[in-house]
């Protein structure tokens, strides 16, 4: 047996050796980002449910295209981009074929057929749905304009990115991330941008996450110390039979009006037709506890898996970053400035803090209305109030993100 | 560093900017629409609620005076959506707690709490 030349196969095939290889540095640096993102996600508790997957899933693809560039080929590779390459180029023979994916793709490409059929976004929308209560919406229904209002940073983002280099369906994309709902983001880029996929998702996770850093100081700086003391008066009870319609209402509203939110604003509907029924509580449960955990677990390690480092190491990704901190911001303005218009206009009566909860993330952008609500009275509170926006930011969110899939994705 | 733009539509300023105008336009007016149809059906059912608020003020004593009584307590007993069974059992129970012949215990009435 030739011992030095198997042990110089076994160090010449590892993952260590590709390091020195063409390109293995972005690996590395991966590998870096990937713990730095675990990190945030464990010790800083940066949204940890879907980060802490997203993460490992990065990980996880950049040690394992340490092997080969041309991972089709490699039978140990967990991710193969040039498959998914292919299944876009509409000159290439396996152009849209899940079954070239099935055959040759390894653990990751099959958990991402999930994310690319945009399954996986409308079932975390229908646990969403489940988790929900949208009774401060039904009771304040001028919540609507708030959530609507807030939608200004998606389309803020979406001109400033077309103008610095993006293509249309692109900067749709990058606008969405000011939607500051994740699932609608990962929605939309699968549709629009598959290429953008890590960065946005990235992006947008990261930002909610932040949100309570990057809020406040708009908050304060829109708001005068009066605004910001206004005690809201508690809305009127919401009867079952009006949460029950209300899902129905909607869906067949919404879905007449746009029908490419039939995904999003079906799922999120049907969810909470699931809890508020009465009659379905073991759906109800499954929705927002096991199906949403499963689902969780999917997305996470399969939107981690595009963060290939040659893919993601670019220029654009920094650009992303910077546009989606615009349109948190610009969300934020909105529904702030819109909370101002509403307490003039009914002299005092709403607290303008509960507009900046209209930027959806849903319970996080409430909370913060909250907190910086009582930090100026103690005796305030906020929260119910502020779910009104916030919830009311899910529909307009998706309904952004369904009028952008109508202009680009065909 | 690499540029990883695979789409050749870019937009012009004019474009771009009539887009994102109509695509906030789209998402007002379809939440408007919304926040009407929800003041609509809002108003049906605040008006409902303050009918039957209505209509049971004034019928409130009726209830009580058509409650039935438990047999075998000489007519005292108000039973509340309370079968004769299961009022017998409560009071069996009730006098067997606290140590009473439940000829020397007087009930009111038994309610069922919903």
């Known amino acids: 047996m030739d011992i030095i030349g198997t042990l110089k196969g076994l160090l010449t095939d590892s993952g260590f050796a590709s390091l020195m290889a063409d390109g293995g540095w972005q690996n590395l640096l991966m590998i870096v980002i990937a713990c730095v993102l675990l990190y945030l996600g464990i010790k800083k508790k940066f949204e940890p449910l879907l980060l802490v997957g997203i993460a490992f899933g990065c990980l996880l693809v950049n040690i394992s295209w340490f092997y080969s560039k041309l991972s089709a080929g490699n039978p140990d590779a967990l991710f193969h981009q040039d498959l998914w390459d292919a299944f876009l180029d509409p000159n290439d023979p396996a152009y849209h074929s899940y079954g070239a994916i099935l055959a040759h793709g390894g653990l990751l490409d099959i958990l991402y057929i999930g994310v690319k059929a945009g399954i996986y976004p409308c079932l975390i929308f229908m646990g969403v749905g489940a988790m929900t209560d949208f009774g401060p919406l039904i009771a304040r229904p001028s919540s609507l304009i708030m959530g609507a209002a807030a939608q200004l940073g998606v389309f803020l983002a979406f001109f400033g990115a077309s103008q610095i280099g993006f293509t249309g369906a692109q900067s749709a994309s990058i606008g969405i991330i000011g939607g500051a709902d994740g699932p609608t983001a990962i929605f939309l880029t699968t549709k629009l941008a598959p290429e953008l996929l890590g960065a946005i998702a990235v992006a947008a996770y990261s930002y909610m996450a932040l949100i309570p850093l990057i809020q406040p100081p708009i908050m304060k700086a829109l708001t005068t110390k009066k605004e910001r003391e206004i005690v809201m008066k508690q809305a009127r009870e919401v009867s079952k039979t009006e949460k029950i319609l209300f899902p129905i209402i909607v869906t067949i509203f919404v879905v007449l009006l746009l029908p490419s939110t039939a995904p999003l604003i079906g799922c999120l509907m049907l969810g909470n037709l699931f809890r508020e029924c009465g009659v379905t509580e073991r759906l109800s449960d499954t929705a927002q506890n096991s199906l949403m955990n499963i689902v969780t677990i999917f997305l996470g390690t399969s939107v981690g898996a595009t963060m290939i480092g040659f893919r993601f190491l670019a220029v654009d990704t920094l650009k992303i970053v910077g546009l989606g901190l615009v349109a948190f911001g610009f969300s934020t303005v909105g529904g702030l400035l819109v909370g101002k218009l509403m307490c003039w206009l009914t002299k005092g009566k709403i607290n303008p803090l509960i507009g900046s909860a209209g930027v959806s993330a849903v319970p996080m952008a409430a909370r913060v209305s909250q907190d910086v609500g009582r930090k100026f009275n103690k005796n305030n509170y906020l929260l119910m109030h502020a779910m009104g926006p916030n919830v009311a930011g899910v529909i307009g969110s998706a309904i952004a993100a369904g009028f952008l899939l109508k202009v680009f994705g065909g | ?114």
């Open chain 2, 1 to 114: 560093m690499n540029h990883v733009i695979l789409d050749a539509s870019f937009l012009r300023v004019g474009e771009a900017g009539l887009t994102g105008l109509l695509g906030y336009a789209v998402v007002f007016t379809g939440l408007c629409l919304l926040l009407a149809l929800l003041l609509i059906s809002g108003g049906i059912f605040k008006a409902k609620a303050k009918k039957a608020a209505a209509v049971v003020t004034p019928a409130e004593p009726t209830p009580a005076a058509e409650a039935k009584t438990a047999p075998g307590t000489a007519g005292e007993v108000k039973l509340y959506d309370v079968p004769d069974k299961e009022a017998a059992m409560i009071m069996a129970i009730v006098a067997d707690k606290l140590q009473k012949p439940l000829n020397e215990l007087r009930f009111i009435s038994i309610k069922e709490v919903k």
